[in-house]
Nanobody, 120 residues
Framework: QVQLVESGGGLVQPEGSLRLSCATSGPLFSINAMGWYRQAPGKERELVATITTNGIARYKDSVEGRFTISRGDAKIMNKVNLQMTKLKPEDTAVYYC????????????WGQGTQVTVSS
């Protein structure tokens, strides 16, 4: 089975930056896409960004131009990063890494989450 472990969360001031990483293990060649979700207190989990094995990236409108998703290897999904800049208090949430091994974007593996808090 694929395993996902997030890291890099923390406390940052507004307009600051953070870099989240998601390390993968297991049958990496089975992964066809990966994504980052987030869930704020009292809100539903929402999709932030996705990337496929051929490098196609997509973003939630509110993070377009501020967040960048990237993969560590062009051939296998051994690591996926989320570079976050110009952070806003509304970006505060638990961020989760997800992977799909069946149909792309049908997430069947999840990480445990990492907290991101944007506050002065």
């Amino acid at each position: 089975q694929v395993q996902l472990v997030e890291s890099g969360g923390g406390l940052v001031q507004p307009e600051g930056s953070l870099r989240l990483s998601c390390a993968t293990s297991g049958p990496l060649f089975s992964i066809n896409a990966m994504g980052w979700y987030r869930q704020a207190p009292g809100k539903e989990r929402e999709l932030v960004a996705t990337i496929t094995t051929n490098g196609i990236a997509r973003y939630k409108d509110s993070v377009e131009g501020r967040f960048t998703i990237s993969r560590g290897d062009a051939k296998i999904m051994n690591k996926v990063n989320l570079q976050m800049t110009k952070l806003k208090p509304e970006d505060t949430a638990v961020y989760y890494c997800a992977a799909s091994t069946r149909r792309p974007y049908e997430w069947n593996y999840w990480g445990q989450g990492t907290q991101v808090t944007v506050s002065s």
